[in-house]
């Protein structure tokens, strides 16, 4: 079982990036979807969650209005696309995947079982 994340990169503050988490497996379209970051020296942080069932989102405050998590389960892929991007979202990115329904426990990341190697995001200001 495999995440692969991609599409991080370097860019200039409000510009936009697409990141892009495949699975290898088609049972992963039953799992709950979610991107953490993690900045230098700190925690990982919840970014965005994308459930199965009616495609149900979530999303950090410093994500809202600015970010969307969405799902291709017909290509076993979580996409988050990142708009108007700030220095402060420098981190790595990673997704992870779940079989947690309960709403309180997607933010924790030791609710998730698989994760993605991470891909950078360097936003320069």
């Known amino acids: 079982v495999q995440l692969q994340a991609c599409g991080g990169g370097l860019v200039q503050a409000g510009d936009s990036l697409r990141l892009s988490c495949a699975y290898s497996e088609r049972s992963f379209n039953n799992y709950v979807m979610t991107w953490f970051r993690q900045a230098p020296g700190k925690e990982r942080d919840f970014v965005a969650t994308?459930?199965?069932?009616?495609?149900?989102?979530y999303y950090a405050d410093s994500a809202k209005g600015r970010f969307t998590i969405s799902r291709d389960n017909a290509k076993n892929m979580v996409i988050l696309q990142m708009n108007s991007l700030k220095p402060e979202d420098t981190a790595v990115y990673y997704c992870?995947?779940?079989?947690?329904?309960?709403?309180?426990?997607?933010?924790?990341?030791?609710?998730?079982?698989?994760w993605g190697q991470g891909t950078l995001v360097t936003v320069s200001s």
């Open positions: 994308i459930f199965r069932n009616y495609g149900r989102t």
């Open positions: 992870a995947a779940g079989s947690t329904t309960i709403l309180s426990q997607i933010y924790n990341p030791s609710a998730y079982t698989y």
